[in-house]
């Protein structure tokens, strides 16, 4: 049973365009994020819901928006992509409240073109 | 702020050689600490963890040691396998922080590891 998974694998296309990927996990937590790694494998926070509610908005442009329609999910849409915007995305849930161990996905390639 | 600074990398090993991958913390209270490791076109596992002072965390033969007095928390492997080839990634975790940093995690740079034959 695959514990958090993201959908889909890899994403191209070309710049200008928006794209959405979406997150599920099955763990029953409350606490869903999303992280950027780049090319030299730097992996950077971008958001942070619990509950269905934001609480963590690191510096990210407005066109990244994320949106948590209940505990279980967690999407990303991403208006008139740009080249920098390639990277790979990953997915990770936790419960709130215990030491920080976070489960990740397996991460979502996006190319833009 | 919290940081986290690991040992730059690439790490280049032949098998059954000795590991050591340095990381060391700066944090505000008594952070949680994280090995995490990725395996080529895979995500994130967490490979051990320690969450306080001297506690020892250990798994699949790498162990590293919560050291408040010169915050670190050093990976070590007594023999790698070509199987550890990955890039592993230390973390922390401040049970004290509050408002928009409670349960985020701070990670440190990633080194990657190769293990030759």
């Known amino acids: ?113 | 702020g919290n940081s986290v600074t690991q040992m730059e990398g690439p790490v280049t090993l032949s098998e059954e050689a000795f590991l050591t991958i340095n990381c060391t913390y700066t944090a505000t209270g008594y952070p949680s600490l994280f090995w995490y490791v990725q395996y080529p076109g895979e995500g994130l596992q967490l490979l051990l963890k320690a969450t306080k002072a001297d506690d020892k965390g250990s798994n699949k033969g790498f162990e590293a040691t919560y050291r408040k007095e010169t915050t670190s928390f050093h990976l070590e492997k007594g023999s790698v396998q070509v199987s550890d080839s990955a890039v592993y990634f230390c973390a922390l975790s401040d049970p004290n922080a509050g408002g928009t940093s409670y349960g985020k995690l701070t990670f440190g740079q990633g080194t990657i590891l190769t293990v030759h034959p």
């Open chain 1, 1 to 113: 049973d695959t514990a958090v998974s993201q959908t889909p694998k890899y994403l191209v296309t070309q710049m200008g365009n928006d794209k959405s990927i979406k997150c599920e996990q099955n763990l029953g937590h409350d606490t869903m994020y999303w992280y950027k790694q780049d090319s030299k494998k730097f992996l950077k926070i971008m958001f942070s819901y619990n509950n269905k509610e934001l609480i963590i908005n690191e510096t990210v442009p407005n066109r990244f928006s994320p949106k948590s329609p209940d505990k279980a999910h967690l999407n990303l849409h991403i208006n008139s992509l740009e080249l920098g915007d390639s990277a790979v995305y990953f997915c990770a849930s936790s419960q709130f409240g215990r030491d920080g161990e976070q489960f990740f996905g397996p991460g979502t390639r996006l190319t833009v073109l």
